[in-house]
């Protein structure tokens, strides 16, 4: 056997024992924490009418969880790098948990929009954390894959999250509780479970990672050594210059898009499966399926990213079909049966975009700007979801029409597309994984 098999063999075992061991774990937590962040979505359809909640203050609960989120995602991520993922992703699942508990007890549009901000600054940084987190144990070329493996917990929250939070709607007058209320209250305890486990469960980086072998621990730590000391796109000291880099802020337009798009989607469209007269029931199980599609195509296209070594394209040409999707919404008004493809169309083009996107920027990040860089681009582009989640709430209540609605998010998903192509063009591919 060859020195270059040998080394080949110990990359493919070191690769798959971490991924065994941490992203299980890792797609739980975040599934549990999308679920907690949308299944006001659900619950709303009983809420509302119970607690005198109008479509636009809907709207902009909905969106004024991102300008919680925004306030504390830099400074989050930040204290993450000083205290460890291990403490400071358990200290953030834990409060996120208690605060979404604490809706049971909304009394009115003041208590649903406290809480909604609340919530936001609860779960800031976590996402960007565990991105973080990731580039501490997988070398560039294994990141669009697993950022997308980390990242199909969103459509899967979708798919299980939906039936499973109409189920519970069936549950509305047990112990004088509303079954909205029950949503909120079984949907938390997950996060405070799961937030203890992670204090004894994670490692905060391979260099503690006793589960690996010696070897597998020495390969590892050297091979991001030498990927560190390559010169990133961005690679200033000073927190404010990276969060201020011309880069970072056009990666934060990139993703408004598709985050913009992802949030409306879990928000809005039970509402809009269930104006079609189905039941509480139906409407979770019909609201699933383009999440599940999605799930499956989030991983082909990551696979696809990582083994071609392409990213630029693998960003835009998602942003690009779910821009025409969209606006195909306008010639399916009154057909579920066009609807759901066109909604699934939109949610694979939201996700599948996601690994390649997080893999080019923590490419182009280096290892001392990716906390605060990390961070200021996931903050400024789920700031989108305030303005976006309030406007398709607006448009609904003025107009009724959902297509009218998705337009702003199209539009910004248009300008994303083509911002990533024009200063990704110079991008050079990233070396394939190996196979």
Not at 353 to 362: E, R
Not at 401 to 421: D, E, K, N, R
Request: include cysteine; charge should be positive; charged fraction near 10%.
């Amino acid at each position: 056997m060859t020195s270059s098999t040998v080394i080949r063999n110990l990359e493919s075992e070191t690769i798959l024992r971490i991924s065994w061991r941490l992203l299980p774990f890792l797609i739980a937590a975040y599934l549990v924490n999308y679920i907690d962040r949308v299944n006001v979505g659900f619950a709303a359809l009983q809420m509302n009418k119970a607690v005198g909640i109008d479509p636009k203050t809907y709207g902009l609960g909905a969106g004024i969880f991102f300008l919680g989120y925004f306030l504390l995602e830099v400074p989050s991520n930040l204290a993450l790098q000083r205290f460890g993922a291990r403490t400071w992703i358990a200290r953030i699942m834990i409060t996120w948990g208690v605060v979404s508990a604490a809706f049971a007890l909304i009394g009115g549009p003041t208590s649903f929009l406290v809480l909604r901000f609340l919530l936001g600054a609860a779960e800031a940084g976590f996402f960007p954390g565990v991105i973080l987190y990731i580039t501490y144990w997988y070398p560039v070329h294994y990141r669009a894959i697993i950022v997308g493996i980390f990242m199909v917990a969103l459509p899967v929250a979708g798919l299980i999250g939906s039936p499973i939070s109409g189920a519970i709607l069936y549950m509305d007058g047990i112990l004088g509780l509303g079954g909205w209320q029950w949503i909120f209250i079984l949907e938390a305890v997950p996060a405070v479970l799961l937030g203890i486990a992670t204090f004894f469960y994670l490692t905060d980086g391979p260099e503690h990672a006793l589960w690996l072998t010696p070897e597998q621990r020495q390969w590892l730590m050297a091979t991001l050594e030498i990927e560190r000391k390559r010169a990133p796109r961005i690679s200033h000291d000073s927190v404010w210059r990276v969060m201020s880099n011309k880069y970072v802020l056009i990666m934060a337009l990139v993703y408004a898009g598709a985050a913009g798009a992802s949030t409306s989607l879990a928000l809005f469209v039970p509402q809009l499966v269930k104006s079609f007269g189905l039941t509480n029931w139906q409407t979770g199980l019909v609201t699933a399926v383009p999440f599940g599609i999605s799930a499956v195509w989030m991983v082909l296209w990551g696979r696809s990213s990582d083994r071609s070594g392409e990213r630029v394209w693998h960003n835009a040409l998602p942003l690009a079909w779910m821009v025409a999707a969209m606006i195909a919404t306008f010639f399916a008004i009154g057909s579920l049966w066009m609807m759901i493809p066109l909604l699934t169309l939109i949610a694979a083009g939201t996700y599948a975009s996601k690994g390649p996107f997080w893999a080019l920027s923590s490419e182009w990040l280096g290892a001392t700007s990716a906390a605060a860089g990390l961070a200021q681009i996931n903050a400024l582009g789920n700031l989108s979801g305030f303005v976006f989640n309030y406007l398709v709430g607006w448009i609904q209540a003025e107009t009724g029409s959902f297509p009218l609605a998705m337009m702003p998010i199209a539009a910004t998903a248009m300008v994303g597309a083509i911002c990533v192509l024009a200063i990704g063009r110079r991008q050079p591919r990233t070396v394939p994984a190996v196979q």
